[in-house]
Structure formats: structure tokens, C-alpha cells
């Protein structure tokens, strides 16, 4: 076993850079274990990245689960970015999904603040959020009912203006900014967070892990369809920052170039 | 200007191997120029590739025509790889959503047999098939009726075997391997072939080009969704062979690891 190797399934894995300045990562180094990602440019907000695997034909689930498709690096790869911030995002179909935490592996270091964003669903934080020592911050749109468990688990809640029933998005990360102090915000889905983020303009990175499969089932994409995007032709223009490799796995980077 | 820049929209932008073997591209070298694509392992069917350009939200098309998504490199990319085949095949589908031709910009070479694979849906080879010097295969299953127009095109119109009041692949395949002398196969979409044809184990590599956009339209995935493919979990597994880059582009090649 070579330094440059590390265990996956019994195999070793050679990982590295591609691009840009192609080098295999020494032993211990992780992909983006130097990143150093931007302070927010607005005012009004978080820098905001977004953390997504997907196979190969563009799926995020097997069988409904996102665990079925990332490998071991990949899961790597998902704690470094959430050492990055201080808080990491999900909605709650998410969380309806599959049982889930949004935290780090290491005790070491503090850990970022859960965010569930809450819609008109439910949101099972007792039975599916695997909490830690994270603080919690639960927002909602204001008339929607909390979860009926929410009191026994100790949360923030976040009543916010609702946006066709959803989080108002620019109100929930205007808070985030200013009474969470919050200056970088990762976001790990689901498809329709995404496509509320994005469509909003808010998002400045894009990580996408393609994972060497193909799913072929009736699952989501990263992003769920809308028809406004589909009437306006692509809806944004991204510049690629930097591309790993881990065996059949690509780990790539993107920054979002908002329109307007 | 140097010797390893491609002219895009009046920008210079560098051609790149990121892997195997890290190297920028010289001037006038092809992504793909120099593969050499396998004989096929089976007798009773071609080498099959599958070449289609997605989004990084895994679309394959914007305002419903893929025409939008690649750029003038991929365009270059998907006739050196018509090159390097004996017959390109689409599905009638695609062919219903944008005019199309099959075949190489360079008239000193011999051009691929055009393949369209027809279905229960129409088939407007003289409104979108830009057909040049090619020669023309048409497969229908049985029992369908042929385009009205067909007579109006020198085309060998195949009768097939229906699988669920589709083409038979495995039937059509054979009969391109041994009738007609494709040892090669190139298939470009639209998303029911491609699933078609992988879910019947008969793909071998998949060249996959990835635009830096976001489309987030209710548009179609490489390959259709369907009921089996989620509940199987994961479909196939796939090898990384390469990875190219043309300023924010990549171009992917997998090879497909069928299952049984």
C-alpha cells in the first residue's frame, strides 16, 4: 500500500486532482481539505454552497435513498465541506427520506448549526435527525403547523414569511446572516430546496460527486423541474473551479453565475 | 493565440486530458481523435456506445431541443466520434423534436449508416432528416404503420420484432451486425432508446459531455426513468476510462459493466 492510496471496500483508490495543477493528493489529504471558500459578497446573506451526489444519468436516490449512491469518499468528502461553514441546510423531504446527520465526524472542532427548512410536510426530527451536539434551527413558514414532537427536542424555531407556502429563502438567509451569524451556508438538498435556491438567484457554489452508476429509475435529479425553467432555456451559466478523481469517481466544482 | 487554444464564441479556450495522463491537447487534435474503439465481444451485436450532453442538473435538453445544451466543442467531439463508427442510431423520438443529421462534416470519409429506431409515434424523416450522402436504415416493429413519407426517401425500411410495441434491440442489433456489417454502433438518444438499450445490457460505453449549466426545466434525464430501475436499487456500475476538458466542459468515457 502506497501513501497516495486509501481504502474503499477493500480496494485502494488513488485520489486526485485533475484540475486545475493535476497532482495525486498525499496520504491523509482529502479532497478540499485546503479549501478556503469566500466571505459572503452581500450583505443580505450567507455565502452559499450546495453538496449533491448524483449518478452518472443524473439521479440523486436509489430506491429513494441518496446513502445508495455516494461511496466512502464521497461521505468523506460531505464532512469536510460541512467543517467549511457554520451551518448546514436540508429541507424536510429530506429528512422524511432517510435517517440522517447533518454534523461532523470529529469531536475536535465545532460543529455548524443544523438547519431543517420545514414546508407544509412533516418533519420527523425525533426519528430521523441523528443530532449530536448540534444546535438546531428548524424554520417554517409562519401558519404552518410545528411538528407535533418539536418540543422534546431542543430547536430554535423560525417562523418565516411564507413564498407559495414555502420558506421565504432570502428572509430565512437574511437570518441565518444576521441573528445566526452565519457566514457560509452548505446546503445538501433536496431537489426542491435546490430549485428554490437557485431559481432565487442565491446560490454561489455548485459540488456535485458523480458516482460511476446508473440508476434508470424514477428518481430525482438535483434539481426538481419547473416549467419556468423550461420555457427559459437554460437558467444559469456555472465556471468549473476544480475536478477531482477518487478511482471511477469525479468530484467537481462549480461556481453558479447569477443572472442580473 | 497559441497553439493549444480552440476558438468558442470568439473566446480561446484550452483542450485538456485530465485523465489518464494529464496533457493539454496540441493544436488541431480531437477530444476522442485518437481512440480506437474495441471489436465487439458478442457475435450477435455491434460494439455499442452511447454519446449524450447533459446539463450538471442532468438535463438533456433546454426548451425541450438538446440543441442548447453542448457547445461548439461537443458538437466537434460527437462527429469524431460518428468518425470512428460504422451506423449512428436515434430514437423516432428525437427526431420528432429537432432537425437532425447523423453524419460527418467531412465528405473524404465514408459517413456512418444513419439508424432511426421508430416506435407507435410518427417518424418525419423528410421535415428533420438532414441526410446527405447517407445511407438510411429505418426499424419499425411489426404490425406499425410506415411513415407516409417513407417511400419518398431511399431508406431500408426493417421490419422487427415488437417488444412491447417497441423495437426489438437485441433483434435490430443482431441484424446490424450480420445484414449490414456494423461492427460498431454509435447510439445518441433520446432517453427511451438509451434506457431501452441499457436496461437490456446491450450498451459497452458511455461518452457522456458534461455542460457547465443549470437548466432546471421539466426536461428529460440522459436516460427515462422507470418503476424497475428504482426498485433494483443501482442499474449498473460504471468504469471511468477518461476525462477531457474544454474550458468549463468535460467530456466523460465510461465504460458499462453489465451485470450477469
Redesign the interface.
Known sequence: MTHNTKQQHGEDIAI?R??PE?RTLIDGEEIYGDLELPLPASPDRPYVILNMV??????VS???KSS??GSRVDRTCMRVLRSKVDAVAVGAGSLRAEKMNLGLDRGDISQPLAVIVGGSGGIPLLQNLILGEQRLLVAVPRGVRLPANAEEIPATILRTPADEGRVDLAWLLRALRHEHEVQRLLVEGGPGLN?SL??AGLLDE?F?T?A????????H???S????????????????LS?H?A????F?R?R?QNRG
Chains 1, 2 share one sequence.
Open positions: 486526485a485533475l484540475f493535476a448524483t449518478s452518472v444519468d443524473g439521479r436509489a430506491g429513494g445508495g449512491i430549485r437557485i431559481g455548485l456535485i458523480v460511476p452508476k446508473l440508476v434508470l429509475g424514477q428518481e435529479a438535483i434539481i423541474g419547473s416549467a419556468a425553467g423550461s420555457a427559459a432555456g437554460t437558467h444559469a451559466d456555472l465556471s468549473l475536478a478523481q478511482g471511477d469517481e469525479l467537481l462549480y453558479v
